[in-house]
């Protein structure tokens, strides 16, 4: 038993052996002490920082350590965000501290960190023009205010592609009363834009019932096909909210879209709004925390991570396109954002907005269900009709870098009328493949179950999952042949076609090679921006959220490997895809044109996508998984373990099998392979849990973690919740 005078705190902290170690607390106990962090010792020289999540009398243990230092002057984590951190802990089966470290930002899970830095934002404060005429002797200064005044509020470091010396100017901006300066992660807008235009029926309807219901827990899914004004729904739902002194998390799936979003809002917001993503510094992500929690934040626009950021007086959640998958975190602790976003405005009692112009099924099914509130928005703002879009059948026709000579002749056209094309392929490289015409053999990694991918600029084969460069051979490994050709098209060899056909018209190429960073990002965008006639060439990066108002035309390269799938939701992701990459053209005053180049054009697939819509597609879609029993008409989990050999990696999941046991309710496939069998040399096996209903499977997964810990042992395992997938 410990002396009186002492109190026992229980500290959550990153450790495999126990949610909470007790510490004594000495010295002047402040108030509101469960939330905040501390630096403990563990073992004989370690410092960690955990959070106080408890208080206690006594303990189980005669001799405790005593906390090193209490980290925050405030709890850091307030009542209602702890509770959904432990909840997403229980759910997700991990550690209560694995599920804080996750939701902290970087800055807070050090045990020694200087005060959060400073960091400046800037915001156009007046309107161009009148800034052009101040600016006719200073062209640099002009470049970056009509950068800021384009973009939307900007640090400098984002303005180093236009001036290595983007700061003075912008200082010097400023003092010319043409900017506006934070010294928060944030920009407080007090200057809004009056839209010229009015809502259409169908948005006034979604507004008026949304508004109606926002004053306690409820989840609206804001069924919008695209270009339907889902963004002006969301800014008008949360203005009364913020009128009353209230705050808002808006989260979207990439950082990529964040900017878009952010700069959206900050046009027509009256309030303070801050961004988070992992693409700011570890300062600027603390500091976007620490005001919001405080109450000096209205609205932040976050990716996944941001979910957990602390709020003072939070009123609503707006999740925009909910079905996309990166909201589903696929390394170390496995939640889905979207998932949590619901349950915080459970805890919360506030309501939620899933928006999206393909919803999941898993939304769709509850809205069918009536636990969402269904709201529809089924015309385009700009009244003009969704795009036309043609099956172009590639059976018998001859391709040069994968287009066809008639989708050529319609991508000139285009050009000619001064409109710019998209050409989507989700594919990187030159080819997929390098393939012998003597005897079949095809390069594959040595390291992963993969073929290897060729890059031409880089004249090598890459393996994609675990990034090995190989030279090329000169003959054929197998059988000595120099007959050797590239098999299949990827972004490299589109675009080298396209400058191959289009002369002077520029293409613009996006993805993982080509745009790496933040920097690259949006130099690419900014040339597509000046709407001058431009061919863009884009993997998923480009498919959701952008707006090119002079797009015209949308080409859809390589669909068909979906049909092949072993994934059950293939389709499902398919459909999603291909309404995304349409729904970017005719969005303003350019009529849209959609190819899609199949050899499958009387697939079922596209009969009922293109005739009788995404809604038709998914009811079908939920009709057969409810005959196999798939989600969302169940629940399902997967182990997936791997090992250096394969033997012993399903000896240990034969293992796993026999600690699971019988349960009538829980049907368990495997061992398996996954789909990759093999990845960065080591083999990779997975058991696929299916059960009728939720609480039988976490009841059997929380009895296997007490049998087998998967931080012991050789074998790495872990579970994954509701996966998105099979691999």
């Known amino acids: 038993m410990n002396n009186a005078s002492s109190r026992i705190v229980q500290v959550a902290l990153k450790i495999p052996f126990a949610d909470t170690l007790d510490y004594?607390?000495?010295?002047?106990?402040?108030?509101?002490?469960?939330?905040?962090?501390?630096?403990?010792?563990?073992?004989?020289?370690?410092?960690?920082?955990?959070?106080?999540?408890?208080?206690?009398?006594?303990?189980?243990?005669?001799?405790?350590?005593?906390?090193?230092?209490?980290?925050?002057e405030?709890?850091?984590?307030?009542?209602?965000?702890?509770?959904?951190?432990?909840?997403a802990a229980n759910y997700y089966q991990v550690s209560l501290g694995d599920m804080l470290m996750t939701a902290l930002?970087?800055?807070?899970?050090?045990?020694?960190?200087?005060?959060?830095?400073?960091?400046?934002?800037?915001?156009?404060?007046?309107?161009?023009?009148?800034?052009?005429?101040?600016?006719?002797?200073?062209?640099?200064?002009?470049?970056?205010?009509?950068?800021?005044?384009?973009?939307?509020?900007?640090?400098?470091?984002?303005?180093?592609?236009?001036?290595a010396s983007a700061a003075a100017l912008c200082k010097q901006l400023t003092d010319k009363g043409l900017l506006q300066q934070s010294d928060r992660s944030f920009i407080d807008n007090k200057h809004i834009e009056q839209p010229d235009f009015t809502l259409t029926d169908d948005q006034q309807r979604v507004l008026k019932h949304i508004q109606n219901h926002n004053n306690h827990f409820n989840v609206s899914l804001l069924d919008g096909i695209t270009g339907s004004g889902k963004t002006e729904v969301y800014i008008r739902s949360l203005m009364p909210l913020l009128e009353k002194g209230q705050q808002a998390l808006v989260l979207v799936p990439e950082i990529g879209l964040t900017p878009q979003l952010f700069q959206t809002f900050s046009k027509r917001i009256e309030?303070?709004?801050?961004?988070?993503?992992?693409?700011?510094?570890?300062?600027?992500?603390?500091?976007?925390?620490?005001?919001?929690?405080?109450?000096?934040?209205d609205v932040v626009v976050a990716t996944r991570s941001g979910l957990f950021t602390p709020f003072k007086n939070l009123a609503m959640i707006l999740v925009d396109e909910e079905h996309d998958l990166s909201y589903k975190q696929q390394d170390g602790v496995r939640?889905?954002?979207?998932?949590?976003?619901?349950l915080r405005g459970q805890i919360e009692d506030i309501p939620v907005v899933l928006g999206s112009a393909t919803p999941a099924y898993e939304s769709l099914r509850h809205a069918l269900n009536n636990h969402y509130h269904w709201l529809t928005l089924r015309s385009r703002t700009n009244q003009k009709s969704l795009p036309n879009i043609q099956l172009q059948n590639l059976d018998s026709r001859?391709?040069?870098?994968?287009?066809?000579?008639k989708t050529l002749n319609d991508i000139e056209q285009q050009l000619d009328s001064g409109h710019q094309v998209l050409v989507f392929l989700n594919r990187r490289g030159w080819s997929p493949k390098l393939l012998c015409h003597?005897?079949?053999?095809?390069?594959?990694?040595?390291?992963?179950?993969?073929?290897?991918?060729?890059?031409?600029?880089?004249?090598?084969?890459?393996?994609?999952?675990?990034?090995?460069?190989?030279?090329?051979?000169?003959?054929?490994?197998?059988?000595?042949?120099?007959?050797?050709?590239?098999?299949?098209?990827?972004?490299?060899?589109?675009?080298?076609?396209?400058?191959?056909?289009?002369?002077?018209?520029?293409?613009?190429?996006?993805?993982?090679d080509s745009v790496s960073t933040a920097k690259q990002w949006q130099q690419q965008l900014d040339r597509v921006r000046t709407g001058k006639p431009c061919v863009i060439v884009g993997t998923q990066m480009l498919a959701k959220g952008h707006d090119f108002p002079k797009l015209s035309l949308v080409v859809v390269v390589n669909v068909d490997?979906?049909?092949?799938?072993?994934?059950?939701?293939?389709?499902?992701?398919?459909?999603?895809?291909?309404?995304?990459?349409?729904?970017?053209?005719?969005?303003?005053?350019?009529?849209?044109?959609?190819?899609?180049?199949?050899?499958?054009?009387k697939h079922e697939f596209f009969h009922t996508l293109l005739e009788q819509g995404y809604e038709q597609l998914a009811r079908k879609g939920l009709e057969q998984r409810q005959d196999m029993q798939f989600p969302p008409f169940s629940h399902m989990a997967i182990i997936r373990a791997q090992h250096r050999y394969e033997d012993k990696l399903e000896a240990f999941l034969l293992e796993l099998v026999d600690a699971i046991g019988q349960d009538p309710d829980v049907s368990v496939m495997g061992p398996l392979p996954a789909p990759m069998q093999k990845k960065q040399k080591l083999h990779r096996m997975q058991l696929i849990l299916n059960a009728s209903n939720r609480r039988s499977l976490h009841q059997l997964l929380k009895q296997l973690l007490k049998k087998h810990n998967p931080t012991a042992g050789p074998v790495r395992w872990f579970i994954d919740i509701d996966p998105v997938s099979f691999d």
């Open 24 to 72: 004594q607390l000495t010295g002047k106990i402040p108030k509101q002490i469960i939330g905040r962090r501390v630096r403990v010792p563990l073992g004989k020289n370690k410092l960690l920082v955990g959070v106080i999540i408890g208080l206690k009398n006594s303990s189980d243990y005669r001799k405790l350590k005593t906390v090193d230092a209490i980290l925050d």
């Open 74 to 87: 405030q709890p850091l984590l307030n009542k209602n965000t702890l509770n959904l951190i432990k909840k």
């Open 105 to 163: 930002p970087a800055w807070f899970r050090k045990p020694d960190n200087p005060p959060i830095p400073q960091e400046t934002w800037y915001k156009a404060n007046i309107d161009p023009q009148t800034a052009k005429e101040k600016l006719q002797k200073a062209p640099k200064q002009w470049q970056v205010f009509d950068y800021i005044h384009a973009n939307g509020p900007q640090m400098p470091a984002a303005l180093s592609h236009l001036s």
């Open 271 to 297: 309030g303070r709004l801050a961004v988070f993503h992992s693409g700011l510094s570890d300062g600027a992500r603390a500091r976007v925390w620490q005001q919001a929690g405080a109450g000096h934040v």
């Open 335 to 342: 939640y889905s954002a979207r998932d949590l976003a619901v």
């Open 398 to 405: 001859k391709t040069h870098g994968g287009l066809t000579r």
């Open 438 to 512: 003597d005897c079949g053999w095809i390069a594959e990694c040595d390291d992963c179950d993969a073929y290897l991918t060729y890059h031409k600029h880089k004249d090598r084969l890459i393996c994609h999952h675990c990034r090995r460069h190989y030279s090329l051979p000169e003959f054929c490994p197998n059988c000595g042949s120099q007959e050797m050709d590239t098999l299949g098209v990827g972004t490299e060899q589109v675009e080298t076609a396209l400058q191959q056909e289009l002369g002077d018209y520029p293409v613009i190429r996006f993805d993982r």
């Open 561 to 601: 490997n979906s049909f092949y799938s072993t994934d059950f939701r293939a389709e499902e992701y398919l459909a999603q895809l291909l309404i995304q990459v349409a729904g970017r053209a005719g969005r303003a005053e350019t009529a849209g044109q959609v190819i899609i180049q199949t050899h499958q054009p």
